[in-house]
Every structure is written in structure tokens, then in C-alpha cells.
């Protein structure tokens, strides 16, 4: 069964500090990883989208990696801001391209404390 | 602003009631999908459509359906509606649907079943 396990659950980390978010994931065969930020009570906003060839892709403060030999890829927060808090989701894409081969993680809820 | 419209934001109705939420994806993008996500639960996807036509189907309860209209503008009905359908409803939008695409999600609309 495809499945997508986010950790942690939740983190508090002080506005300034970096922070990595992680996601281990079983789907098969894999496509792609993609990373949403999650305002609370809001639509979620792409950050990386990353395929089988890459490795690592950035998105200002957003670094994301992947190894698609352990299954598992990071999200990396540089220099935390407070309107960083929210929700991170995992999303991974087997390769059958309908959203119906889409796998969403449960996310890290983040939270910057000035 | 991820350009995809959704109405209404709010709504709130009695148990055994049915209703219907809207939504006008991106200009430009053929493919429309719907996703609830209800309290401290991840994004569960319903149904997907391309170009007016089903495309991808999901946890869908046989109590919801939904369509996409020729203006490609798309509607999520929910009838018989239960306290446990109370929820964030968002639809997403995209230009195509296979392969490495990006989603765009709406505001969302919230549902209270009462």
C-alpha cells in the first residue's frame, strides 16, 4: 500500500533558527515529491516539486532533497520567519498520472516563535 | 492569489441537507480536482476532472458527486449530509493531468453540518 509517514508531527523552533522536516515514503512507481506549505484554514501553496533525477531543489529559504534509493527526502527552513509558521505537506506522485495516484503525508505543523 | 475561485467560503446547514459548492479553476487549466480535509487530518482526495470528463476518482462517498460544466468551472454536491462531512473542502486546478503537473489549490470552503 502506498504510504507517506511525515516527521515530526509538530516542532516550535525560535524565529531565526533552521529546521529540517522529514518524509519517508513507500509509493510505487514513484514519479515525483512535492512539498506544500499550509496556512492555517487556507488552500496549500506549492513550494518544490522534484523528479526521479533530481536530488535537491531550493525555493528561497525552501531547500528540498531527495534519495529515491532510501525513499525519503528533507525540507530544510534557513533562517526561520515568523510567517513560516504552518503546515508542511509531503506529497508524493506514482507514476500513473491521474490525482488518484497522489499520496498525501499528514504534515508537520510548524510553529516560529518570536 | 493561486488564481482558482471557490464559493462560497463558509456554509453552514442542518444534517440530512444538501448542498453545493463551486468552483472556477485557473484560466487555462483543463483539469479540476476536489479534496476534503476535516480536523487535524491530511488532504483526502475525492475526484478529479479533465476537460468535463471524470478522470481520476477517490475516497468519494456515494452520497457526493460532482461535475465540470463546459466553462470548465466545476461543482462538488453533497447531499444526505452527516455531522462527520463537516469540513475544508478545496479544489485544486491544473493544465494537465499527467506527468509532472502543478496543482494550484483554492481558498477552500468550509462546511459546518449542524
Known amino acids: 500500500k502506498n504510504q507517506v509517514e511525515q516527521s515530526p508531527q509538530s516542532l516550535i523552533i525560535l524565529e531565526g533558527k533552521n529546521c529540517t522536516l522529514q518524509c519517508n515514503y513507500t509509493v510505487s512507481p514513484f514519479s515525483n515529491l512535492r512539498w506544500y506549505k499550509q496556512d492555517t484554514g487556507r488552500g496549500p501553496v506549492s513550494l518544490t516539486i522534484?523528479?526521479?533525477?533530481?536530488n535537491t531543489k531550493s525555493n528561497g529559504r525552501y531547500t528540498a532533497t531527495l534519495d529515491a534509493d532510501t525513499k525519503q527526502s528533507s525540507l530544510h527552513i534557513t533562517a526561520s520567519q515568523l510567517s513560516d509558521s504552518a503546515s508542511y505537506i509531503c506529497v508524493v506522485s506514482a507514476r500513473r498520472g491521474g490525482a488518484d495516484g497522489l499520496t498525501f503525508g499528514k504534515g508537520t505543523h510548524l510553529i516560529i516563535q518570536p | 492569489d493561486s488564481g482558482v475561485t471557490q464559493t462560497p467560503k463558509h456554509l453552514i446547514t442542518a444534517t440530512g441537507q444538501r448542498v453545493t459548492l463551486r468552483c472556477s479553476p485557473r484560466?487555462?487549466?483543463?483539469?479540476v480536482y476536489w479534496y476534503q480535509q476535516s480536523l487535524d487530518q491530511g488532504l483526502q482526495f475525492l475526484i478529479q476532472?479533465?476537460?468535463?470528463?471524470?478522470?481520476a476518482k477517490g475516497n468519494i462517498l456515494e452520497r457526493f458527486s460532482a461535475q465540470q460544466f463546459p466553462d470548465l468551472h466545476s461543482e462538488l454536491n453533497l447531499s444526505s449530509l452527516e455531522l462527520g462531512d463537516s469540513a475544508l473542502y478545496f479544489c485544486a486546478s491544473s493544465e494537465t493531468s499527467g506527468g509532472v503537473y502543478e496543482q494550484y489549490f483554492g481558498p477552500g470552503t468550509r462546511l459546518t453540518v449542524t
Open positions: 476532472y479533465y476537460n468535463g470528463e471524470e478522470r
Open positions: 522534484m523528479t526521479f533525477s533530481e
Open positions: 484560466s487555462g487549466d483543463l483539469s
